[in-house]
């Protein structure tokens, strides 16, 4: 349970990449300011978390199963929250789609937009009564340059990022009526998992229908630059967890 004096935060999409490395930057803050509760949608994925937050877990970290896709998981993990009283809500659970348009699926597009824009609407609405009564809160969301700028063949998640920024930057000036803060991280490319799983989508991917200029430049130009641009670009999840440390403090 979280001390007085320390703030609850209350972050999703902890089994790895950016939301494992907060949760344990924020569990080991040296003046122990936070109480930490991880979120996952499988605990069974918890290992890699709890080896790198050390003796943290069960003092200033705790765990949490829930998926933001699923209206129940959500309703019963904030419900688990002592008072449901949440501090600062991370939201940073969130998936990629790579590829083009005519070789995904509606249904493909839509778990984007269930995860990356619905998911985030779940947990602003859940948490945002409870913000609203005790007129103090901060929510952050883990957006994308993407969220910004167009790029060729990220067209469904770019999407999903634009249509999270439009939502947020209009839930923000409702919010802070009642003090509750918005803020928007933007990173360009993160080692994490998150391109290997898209790599991985993408080498399953048929392409009927697709015209032969396109499949070649999506093969032999865009895949091996983007390659390039994460190997020479990428930021480490630990920068994303220090800039988003710095936001909230
Ligand atoms: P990872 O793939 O390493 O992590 C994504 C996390 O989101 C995983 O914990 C995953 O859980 C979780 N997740 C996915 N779907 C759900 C769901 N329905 N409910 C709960 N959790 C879910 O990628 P990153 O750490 O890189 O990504 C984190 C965030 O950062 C994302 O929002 C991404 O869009 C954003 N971002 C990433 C960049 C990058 O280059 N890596 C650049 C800019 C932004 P599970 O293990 O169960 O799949």
């Given amino acids: 349970m979280a001390n007085s004096g320390q703030k609850v935060v209350l972050i999703t999409g902890c089994s790895s990449g950016i939301g494992l490395r907060i949760a344990v930057t924020l569990a080991t803050d040296e003046k122990k300011r936070y109480h930490v509760i991880a979120t996952m949608r499988d605990l069974k994925k918890k290992d890699k978390l709890l080896e790198a937050a050390g003796d943290a877990y069960g003092k200033t970290l705790m765990l949490l199963p829930l998926d933001v896709c699923s209206d129940e998981s959500v309703r019963q993990c904030i419900n688990s929250v002592k008072d449901r009283h949440i501090d600062i809500l991370i939201n940073n659970a969130g998936m990629g789609l790579l590829g083009p348009v005519e070789s995904i699926s509606i249904e493909e597009m839509k778990r984007v937009f269930d995860t990356n824009f619905f998911g985030v609407v779940r947990m602003i609405k859940e948490v945002m009564p409870d913000m609203k009564k005790r007129r103090s809160g901060h929510i952050v969301v883990m957006s994308s340059v993407m969220g910004l700028q167009g790029v060729v063949f990220n067209d469904v998640y770019t999407a999903s990022k634009f249509a999270m920024e439009g939502f947020c ?5 409702q919010l802070l009526k009642f003090n509750i803060r918005l803020s928007m991280i933007e990173p360009g490319p993160v080692h994490t998992e998150f391109e290997t799983k898209m790599m991985e989508e993408v080498a399953k991917m048929e392409y009927p ?9 999506f093969k ?3 895949l091996p630059s983007s390659i390039d641009i994460f190997e020479a670009m990428g930021q480490t999840p630990e920068d994303i967890a220090k800039c988003t440390k710095k936001v909230i403090e």
């Fill in 169 to 173: 930057e209009s839930m923000a000036v």
């Fill in 209 to 217: 229908g697709v015209d032969a200029d396109t499949i070649r430049y």
């Fill in 220 to 222: 032999d130009v865009y």
